[in-house]
């Protein structure tokens, strides 16, 4: 991180890839280490929840969304739903996306992400990840 004091935001594949160790894990975990500059939209929350409770279960999600819980939680207002309507038309982003980008965006904060949906926008951190090719005899 370029300045130790900047306000960041972790995408739901951030949080992933850290909790899980994935292949992106040593690319996010500047970004947990001071914890008190993470803001955490409650849509990532949602989503954290969601994933894990699909691919473990109901408890690890729990505990999962308690470590967000040591960053700074943001609920969604009525100024970052209008900045994400705003964001989304602009960027052609989902609903989600535009809510995770417009929090970090009401919070003057980075956002750092290996969502390809957020690629080249600005104040973002993007990470490239290498997507598996299936072959045709793989389908």
């Known amino acids: ?64 969304v308690a470590l967000t819980k040591q960053g700074m939680v943001q609920p969604l207002s009525t100024s970052i739903a209008l900045l994400a309507a705003d964001v989304c038309a602009e960027y052609k982003l989902s609903f989600a996306d535009a809510i995770i980008y417009a929090s970090a965006q009401n919070s003057q904060a980075i956002l750092v992400t ?14 490239f990840e290498e997507k598996p090719v299936i072959t045709e005899a793989q389908k």
């Open 114 to 127: 290996s969502d390809d949906h957020f690629e080249g926008l600005p104040d973002v951190v993007y990470f």
């Open 1 to 64: 991180m370029n300045n130790p004091l900047q306000k960041i935001v972790v995408d739901t594949c951030g949080w992933i890839e850290w909790l899980t160790n994935g292949v992106l894990c040593d690319q996010y975990v500047p970004y947990f280490e001071e914890m008190t500059l993470v803001i955490v939209p409650t849509s990532v929350q949602f989503e954290l929840y969601k994933w894990v409770c699909r691919v473990k279960n109901k408890q690890m999600a729990l505990e999962a």
